[in-house]
């Protein structure tokens, strides 16, 4: 995000910028290459018109450019509303020592088919269908706080898409979430994973490490297991863990590729 600024500043020089406190060189190296990758800058590491674009978002680059590719696949409108909820997804449910069953009955409530992305989805669209209610987040043992915070931030986003001419439009088919699933993989497809032989961990596709899915996921222990995956973001602990994860197919993949170069 920061070198994405800096280009978009007309600062290329950024081996030879004076920074308060340098990246190593190898983190440099690693934010060009990703930027590169999600099509922000051309072959010559110059900012390309995709990459101005996604700079006008305060947010991490590949979910700017997640927010970009859903106005190709008209599901701006509900990629807005997982990013936000991402943000906020750590903090979202809470589990109280006197009402544990009664809350994890009430998450359970919320999963959908497609992983965890789609269940945020669901708590968001139905504390919208409540008109934001404080009860509603009490009954269902969701943090009021986590949700008004990804509210903001959702609100935030729609105004910068306005900057950038992005218009905001709903899915038109409900029932096929895969324009969404394929938005969020043009931005996150450096975050995937394959099932390994084993069936019980998986193998990043870009770094070759084991990963598992966390046990809080709605697709921990899925059968079968789903064999290509997304996550949000890795928890190191004993494992590698996958947070927020989403299915995904391998050929979407290269359509994502194929989306950097036909973008103007």
């Not at 990459?51 to 970009?68: H, Q, T, Y």
């Not at 994890?104 to 669209?125: I, K, P, S």
């Amino acid at each position: 995000m920061v070198v994405l600024l800096l280009k978009s500043l007309g600062i290329n020089d950024l081996i030879g910028f004076e920074f308060l406190d340098p990246p190593p060189g190898e983190t440099l190296m690693r934010a060009l290459e990703l930027l590169y990758a999600l099509g922000a800058l051309n072959d010559r590491g110059e900012l390309t018109k995709l990459g101005r674009r996604m700079a006008e978002f305060p947010v991490d680059p590949m979910l700017s450019k997640a927010i970009i590719s859903s106005e190709k696949y008209s599901c701006t409108d509900e990629v807005l509303t997982i990013i936000s909820m991402l943000s906020e997804s750590g903090s979202l449910f809470y589990r109280p020592k006197d009402k544990k069953l009664h809350a994890d009955q009430a998450r359970q409530n919320f999963v959908r088919a497609g992983g965890d992305h789609f269940t945020l989805l669901n708590v968001w669209e139905q504390w919208a269908e409540t008109n934001f209610s404080q009860q509603f987040c009490y009954e269902q043992f969701l943090q009021f706080k986590s949700l008004s915070r990804a509210r903001d931030i959702r609100d935030q986003l729609a105004g910068l898409c306005e900057r950038v001419e992005i218009v905001i439009q709903g899915n038109p088919n409900t029932n096929d979430i895969s324009p969404i699933q394929k938005a969020i993989t043009a931005g996150y497809f450096y975050n995937t994973a394959q099932l390994q032989k084993t069936g019980d961990s998986y193998r990043t596709l870009k770094t070759n490490h084991t990963v598992y899915i966390h046990p809080s996921s709605s697709l921990f222990q899925h059968q079968p297991p789903v064999k290509t995956m997304l996550y949000y973001e890795l928890v190191m602990t004993t494992k590698s863990y996958m947070r927020q994860v989403m299915e995904i197919k391998p050929n979407w993949l290269m359509e994502g590729v194929f989306l950097v170069y036909s973008m103007p």
